[in-house]
């Protein structure tokens, strides 16, 4: 999601391609760098441009919900094509910040406080996951911020639990869902793939 009236800059960016994992290229010292562009006829939402890897930029007035196509080229010289969609909300909208709300050290469990979640799988690493917010429980991500913890972005529960909500002096009257997408190969995860959402009771 972006929300107009936000400037989104490189260092707090609407989106950092750089964040989507890349599989079976080769390295730097046998290939060059991997380029990101995008699509010949695809479009951002009136006000964002792509800079680097990076989407950057204020939302003009008239800015609306665009599905953007991007070309990622790989050292190989291998290309692909990834559609990412920009909701446009209006100002004054939040977007959920998971690492400054949680703030999650690094050996602690993670107290989601209430907020619902997406897991997905570190392409990269089957040891690991990245968690992102879902406010709507539809299973999606709402935006590419990950939850960071000591900094980084995917990380290995098996030494942590989650916990829905930990505050037992005020007790949360929500739904709290946690979708969990498990794929064995790269793959983006749609809503046509079939999610196990668990419903945490509410608290009495």
């Known amino acids: 999601m972006v929300v107009k009236g936000t400037q989104y800059t490189t260092a707090d960016p609407a989106y950092d391609l750089s964040q989507i994992q890349i599989q079976n290229d080769t390295t ?3 290939g060059g760098s991997v380029k990101y562009q995008l699509k010949s006829g695809s479009a951002l939402p009136a006000g964002l441009k792509l800079e680097g890897t990076k989407v950057v930029g204020t939302l003009a007035d008239d800015a609306e919900t665009t599905e953007a196509v991007f070309r990622i080229t790989g050292r190989n010289g291998s290309a692909t094509e990834c559609k990412i969609t920009f909701t446009v909300q209006e100002e004054g909208y939040k977007i959920t910040d998971l690492t400054k709300e949680l703030n999650v050290q690094q050996y602690t469990d993670i107290d989601l406080k209430g907020h619902s979640v997406v897991i997905l799988p570190d392409p990269s690493d089957s040891k690991k996951v990245s968690i992102y917010p879902d406010d ?3 299973g999606i991500a709402d935006n590419g911020k990950a939850l960071k913890i000591a900094g980084a972005t995917s990380y290995d529960l098996s030494t942590r ?3 829905g909500y930990a505050d037992t002096t005020a007790p949360y009257e929500g739904v709290i869902s946690l ?3 498990m794929v064995e190969r790269l793959a983006v995860c749609t809503a046509q793939e079939v999610k196990q959402i668990l419903q945490v009771p509410r608290r009495r």
């Open 28 to 30: 730097m010292q046998y």
């Open 136 to 138: 709507d429980h539809d």
């Open 161 to 163: 639990a989650i916990i």
């Open 179 to 181: 979708s969990i997408c």
